[in-house]
């Protein structure tokens, strides 16, 4: 294919699909124009996909999450199908700058953090590696909220990316399912029937996912919700106008947004009927594709993988038993094993409050069948296992952990620590119970948007270092580490970091209107804000940097820019404490002439995927300092350990992993293990003990205390000081003088710019493992049993 072809696609969708001739053109019109101009060269390996998949009569994976964290398509798609120089050509030819037309594209933000965008780097490796398989969840019509801030408070807004017509979608009017909720179970000749109350409609709308190099694809595939009468004319007529489309809108509300909750459960009842809706309209359309290829439904388990993406998809344990019993008539017992031979379940958290848990009476009044299948599954299990201590019902709960696991005939965790403590602590009981079913995953990320698109810089020199293969086979990165001994290689992997935090920088100046010196090192935190993930820990170590830069300001310093990016569940008041404090100090430090030259702090608003893209490549240091124990897996750790970013961080989720393999002479410890925070809790007052020990914690907590970042309001971070002196269950008083150690650790090493980037380019050069390529094809071998419909890319000819 040639650029002029892509070219007069381009215009030909310019003039017939919207309407506009190129003197009149917005970036919009052009962005849209070429977007569906790539999306024609999706179309033929999309349908020989589908058709192979058909062919081989196979088995598919269903990968059910309610998150699919996907952010912008239009570079993704040029990437993957190698039109990065055509289209570039096609836009400048057309009077338009490149980054400013993929720019032009909303950000579909349609999950809250890590378990959103590892599906979607799934969905990546899936197509890349010719797994035949769908991802089903919701069309939200308001992704997660946009954040602003007013004085260093966060506020958000809604998001609105379906203003503009999403472009890579294809809406499926035809494949509609009705979901039915509430009601009553009858007895019917000693068969139970649900008698629900209400339905709402499921609408399909598809999204090709395309592999590299265009050889796979698979879809997406997202339910709206819509009334089963959607207009009430009668009430029209009356004058009832609102009341007319009243029916429209609350089917509606069912996708109408994302849960902004990556904490607890918000224990509501929309949330559930969210679960459910996109769970059974799945369902209900895996057995519809399932049934139009085989008769017998006892062999659902060789056709048919369900990932379950945490527990939200919970649900479908139980309605699977019901679709293969109530509905199919196939006598329970035999309906659960069929079920559990389909159904995976990954769990992406430990923490008890964050584990899915409905009580009875909801679930009663919203899925009333649902709840007798959900208790004779208990009931089997308990008969199965009579001295077992784990229940799915327990204190007028549903615990859908509990329901999840024994539903599912593989559980895993996200990485090797993690599913060591899934085993010890959240599941220990059934652990015991059914001991090969727990497994481990660990998560990984797709290079090609990670590196190939987000970081063309690396991208071109790792190409012209060790060919092309290794986009595809990321474990070729290892090729890469006899070349940190030659001197070309690494002036020329400076080159590519300094180009990338130059372009930072002069974003940062366009945008934020904050000036930063890219020779400064550019220190990282870029995450959900959570006491766990200890942004206050950061902070307060900044300050204590400040205080100590001031007390001697011709000391030997190392110039830093702490960079923090990322929203807080807009009912978690702590953390938007946290948020306005690292406004706050960032308002006060870079203010201060003294410093001004070492240290500074920014903060942009609206941290998001096409942000982190932005953000990842540029950075010098990685922080990943959660608490011990409390981080499942990261995948930030891996995307800057690949961009070459070494670690500051914990032995916490795949840190752990992260450090194996790039080396602990490449990556800066500190901290307790998960089991010495497990005994330093224990231990009466160790927050004030270690405040006590640390005269820099004390004077950085008093100064926030006392106002200094405050105007003198020792009111405004009360609740995040009183928690850290008495309190603190994230031990960061514990670790804070250990990663103070660390941090100065890191500002020696980073005044030897040659050592820093040989550093930095071994985390590249072996970071290779964790690729979501090398994620997927252990689901596929210990998981899903299913085996890829192409031949590895890596067997092709090179390019
Ligand atoms: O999942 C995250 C974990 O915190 C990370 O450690 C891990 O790397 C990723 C991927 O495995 N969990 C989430 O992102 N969780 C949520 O976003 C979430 C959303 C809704 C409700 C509960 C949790």
């Given at each position: 294919?040639?650029h002029?072809?892509?070219?007069?696609?381009?215009?030909?969708?310019?003039?017939?699909?919207?309407?506009?001739?190129?003197p009149?053109?917005?970036?919009y019109?052009v962005?849209m124009?070429?977007?569906?101009?790539?999306?024609d060269?999706?179309?033929?390996?999309?349908?020989?996909?589908?058709?192979?998949?058909y062919?081989?009569?196979?088995?598919?994976?269903?990968?059910?999450?309610?998150?699919?964290?996907?952010?912008?398509?239009?570079?993704?798609?040029?990437?993957?199908?190698g039109?990065?120089?055509?289209?570039?050509a096609?836009?400048?030819?057309?009077?338009?700058?490149?980054?400013?037309?993929l720019?032009?594209?909303?950000d579909?933000a349609?999950?809250?953090?890590?378990?959103?965008?590892?599906?979607?780097?799934?969905?990546?490796?899936?197509?890349?590696?010719?797994?035949?398989?769908?991802g089903?969840?919701?069309?939200?019509?308001?992704?997660?909220?946009?954040?602003?801030?007013?004085?260093?408070?966060?506020?958000?807004?809604?998001?609105?990316?379906?203003?503009?017509?999403?472009?890579w979608?294809?809406?499926?009017?035809?494949?509609?399912?009705?979901?039915?909720?509430?009601?009553?179970?009858?007895d019917?000749?000693g068969?139970?029937?649900w008698?629900?109350?209400?339905?709402?409609?499921?609408?399909?709308?598809?999204?090709p996912?395309?592999?590299?190099?265009?050889?796979?694809?698979?879809?997406?595939r997202?339910?709206g919700?819509?009334a089963?009468?959607?207009?009430?004319?009668?009430?029209f007529?009356?004058g009832?106008?609102?009341?007319a489309?009243?029916?429209?809108?609350?089917?509606r509300?069912?996708?109408?947004?994302?849960?902004?909750?990556?904490?607890?459960?918000?224990?509501?009842?929309l949330?559930?009927?969210?679960?459910?809706?996109?769970?059974?309209?799945s369902?209900?359309d895996?057995?519809?594709?399932f049934?139009g290829e085989?008769?017998?439904?006892?062999?659902?388990?060789?056709?048919?993988?369900?990932?379950?993406?945490?527990?939200h998809?919970?649900i479908?344990?139980?309605?699977?038993?019901?679709?293969?019993h109530?509905?199919?008539?196939?006598?329970?017992d035999?309906?659960e094993d069929?079920?559990?031979?389909c159904?995976?379940?990954?769990?992406?958290?430990?923490?008890?409050?964050?584990?899915?848990?409905?009580?009875e009476w909801?679930?009663?009044?919203?899925?009333?069948?649902?709840?007798?299948?959900?208790?004779?599954?208990?009931?089997?299990?308990?008969?199965?296992?009579?001295?077992?201590?784990?229940?799915?019902?327990?204190d007028?709960?549903?615990?859908?952990?509990?329901?999840?696991?024994?539903?599912?005939?593989?559980?895993?965790?996200?990485?090797?620590?993690h599913?060591?403590?899934?085993?010890?602590?959240?599941?220990?009981e059934?652990?015991?119970?059914?001991?090969?079913?727990?497994?481990?995953?660990?998560?990984?990320?797709?290079?090609r948007?990670?590196?190939?698109?987000?970081?063309?810089a690396?991208?071109k020199?790792?190409?012209?270092?060790?060919?092309?293969?290794?986009v595809?086979?990321?474990?070729?990165?290892?090729e890469?580490?006899?070349?940190?001994?030659?001197?070309?290689?690494m002036?020329?992997y400076?080159?590519?970091?300094?180009?990338?935090?130059e372009?930072?920088?002069?974003?940062?100046?366009e945008?934020?209107?904050?000036?930063?010196?890219?020779?400064?090192?550019f220190?990282i935190?870029i995450?959900?804000?959570?006491?766990?993930?200890r942004?206050?820990?950061?902070?307060?170590?900044?300050?204590?940097?400040?205080?100590?830069?001031?007390?001697d300001?011709?000391?030997?310093?190392?110039?830093?820019?702490?960079?923090?990016?990322?929203?807080?569940?807009?009912?978690?008041?702590?953390?938007?404490?946290?948020?306005?404090?690292?406004?706050?100090?960032?308002?006060?430090i870079?203010?201060?002439?003294?410093?001004?030259?070492?240290?500074?702090?920014?903060?942009?608003?609206?941290?998001?995927?096409?942000?982190?893209?932005?953000?990842?490549?540029?950075?010098?240091?990685?922080?990943?300092?959660?608490?011990?124990?409390?981080?499942?897996?990261?995948?930030?750790?891996?995307?800057?350990?690949?961009?070459?970013?070494?670690?500051?961080g914990?032995?916490?989720?795949?840190?752990?992993?992260?450090?194996?393999?790039v080396?602990?002479?490449?990556?800066f410890?500190?901290?307790?293990?998960?089991?010495?925070?497990?005994?330093?809790?224990t231990?009466?007052?160790?927050?004030?003990?270690?405040?006590?020990?640390?005269?820099?914690?004390?004077?950085?907590?008093?100064?926030?205390?006392?106002?200094?970042?405050?105007?003198g309001?020792?009111?405004?971070?009360?609740?995040?000081?009183?928690?850290l002196?008495?309190?603190?269950?994230?031990v960061?008083?514990?670790?804070?003088?250990?990663?103070?150690?660390?941090?100065r650790?890191v500002?020696?090493?980073?005044?030897?710019p040659?050592?820093?980037?040989?550093?930095?380019?071994?985390?590249?050069?072996?970071?290779?493992?964790?690729?979501?390529?090398?994620?997927?094809r252990?689901y596929?071998?210990?998981?899903?049993?299913?085996?890829?419909?192409?031949?590895?890319?890596?067997?092709?000819?090179?390019e």
């Amino acid at each position: 294919m040639t650029h002029a072809d892509l070219r007069s696609d381009t215009l030909r969708h310019l003039e017939f699909s919207l309407g506009k001739d190129l003197p009149h053109a917005h970036v919009y019109d052009v962005r849209m124009a070429l977007s569906l101009a790539v999306r024609d060269r999706i179309i033929t390996p999309w349908f020989a996909s589908t058709r192979a998949a058909y062919a081989a009569r196979g088995k598919r994976v269903y990968y059910l999450s309610m998150e699919f964290l996907i952010g912008r398509l239009l570079e993704d798609a040029i990437v993957n199908l190698g039109l990065m120089d055509e289209a570039r050509a096609v836009c400048e030819s057309c009077g338009f700058d490149f980054a400013t037309v993929l720019a032009n594209e909303p950000d579909a933000a349609l999950g809250n953090g890590g378990l959103g965008r590892l599906a979607a780097c799934f969905l990546d490796s899936m197509s890349t590696l010719g797994c035949p398989g769908h991802g089903y969840g919701i069309r939200y019509e308001h992704g997660l909220f946009q954040q602003r801030f007013e004085d260093g408070v966060q506020i958000e807004e809604p998001e609105e990316w379906l203003r503009q017509k999403h472009a890579w979608e294809f809406e499926r009017p035809e494949v509609m399912y009705g979901i039915a909720f509430g009601g009553h179970v009858r007895d019917h000749d000693g068969r139970r029937v649900w008698e629900p109350d209400e339905q709402v409609l499921a609408k399909a709308h598809d999204t090709p996912v395309i592999g590299w190099r265009g050889r796979w694809a698979n879809t997406l595939r997202l339910w709206g919700a819509e009334a089963v009468h959607g207009f009430d004319l009668a009430a029209f007529n009356r004058g009832d106008y609102m009341g007319a489309t009243a029916p429209e809108a609350l089917a509606r509300t069912i996708s109408r947004v994302l849960y902004p909750d990556d904490t607890s459960d918000a224990g509501k009842e929309l949330r559930l009927r969210q679960e459910y809706f996109f769970t059974a309209a799945s369902l209900r359309d895996i057995l519809r594709r399932f049934c139009g290829e085989h008769e017998d439904l006892a062999a659902l388990p060789r056709h048919v993988a369900i990932q379950l993406n945490d527990t939200h998809p919970a649900i479908a344990g139980p309605e699977l038993i019901r679709l293969l019993h109530d509905e199919h008539g196939m006598d329970f017992d035999t309906a659960e094993d069929t079920a559990r031979g389909c159904l995976g379940y990954t769990n992406h958290t430990l923490m008890p409050e964050a584990l899915e848990r409905w009580p009875e009476w909801l679930m009663d009044r919203v899925l009333p069948r649902h709840l007798e299948i959900i208790g004779r599954i208990d009931e089997g299990h308990a008969r199965a296992h009579p001295h077992r201590n784990a229940h799915i019902l327990s204190d007028g709960n549903v615990n859908m952990g509990e329901l999840s696991f024994i539903m599912a005939h593989k559980v895993n965790g996200v990485s090797a620590l993690h599913t060591d403590l899934v085993k010890d602590t959240v599941f220990a009981e059934l652990h015991r119970l059914h001991p090969d079913r727990i497994v481990n995953q660990t998560n990984g990320v797709t290079p090609r948007r990670w590196i190939v698109a987000a970081n063309p810089a690396l991208r071109k020199l790792v190409g012209d270092t060790i060919g092309p293969r290794w986009v595809s086979d990321l474990e070729r990165l290892s090729e890469l580490e006899p070349h940190v001994d030659d001197a070309g290689f690494m002036d020329a992997y400076a080159a590519a970091k300094r180009t990338n935090k130059e372009a930072l920088a002069r974003w940062l100046r366009e945008t934020q209107g904050v000036t930063v010196n890219p020779a400064a090192m550019f220190d990282i935190q870029i995450k959900r804000i959570h006491e766990y993930k200890r942004q206050h820990m950061n902070i307060l170590e900044t300050i204590a940097l400040w205080n100590a830069i001031r007390e001697d300001p011709n000391g030997e310093w190392t110039p830093r820019v702490k960079i923090f990016g990322g929203k807080a569940a807009p009912g978690y008041v702590l953390a938007k404490e946290i948020i306005h404090l690292i406004n706050d100090v960032g308002r006060v430090i870079n203010a201060d002439p003294v410093t001004r030259d070492w240290l500074q702090v920014v903060y942009p608003p609206n941290y998001n995927v096409t942000m982190a893209e932005r953000l990842i490549p540029a950075a010098d240091l990685s922080e990943q300092i959660s608490t011990a124990g409390k981080e499942a897996s990261g995948t930030g750790n891996m995307k800057f350990a690949m961009n070459g970013a070494p670690t500051i961080g914990t032995l916490d989720g795949a840190n752990v992993e992260i450090r194996e393999r790039v080396g602990a002479e490449n990556f800066f410890l500190f901290g307790m293990t998960a089991p010495e925070v497990v005994a330093r809790r224990t231990v009466e007052g160790h927050a004030a003990q270690a405040i006590d020990a640390s005269p820099r914690l004390a004077q950085a907590l008093e100064q926030v205390a006392s106002g200094v970042f405050s105007d003198g309001d020792t009111d405004r971070y009360r609740g995040v000081v009183d928690n850290l002196r008495h309190h603190d269950f994230f031990v960061v008083c514990s670790d804070f003088d250990g990663y103070w150690d660390a941090q100065r650790r890191v500002d020696a090493a980073f005044r030897d710019p040659a050592g820093w980037m040989r550093m930095a380019a071994l985390n590249t050069a072996r970071s290779g493992w964790f690729s979501s390529d090398r994620t997927i094809r252990g689901y596929m071998a210990e998981v899903w049993d299913i085996a890829p419909l192409i031949a590895p890319a890596s067997d092709l000819a090179a390019e």
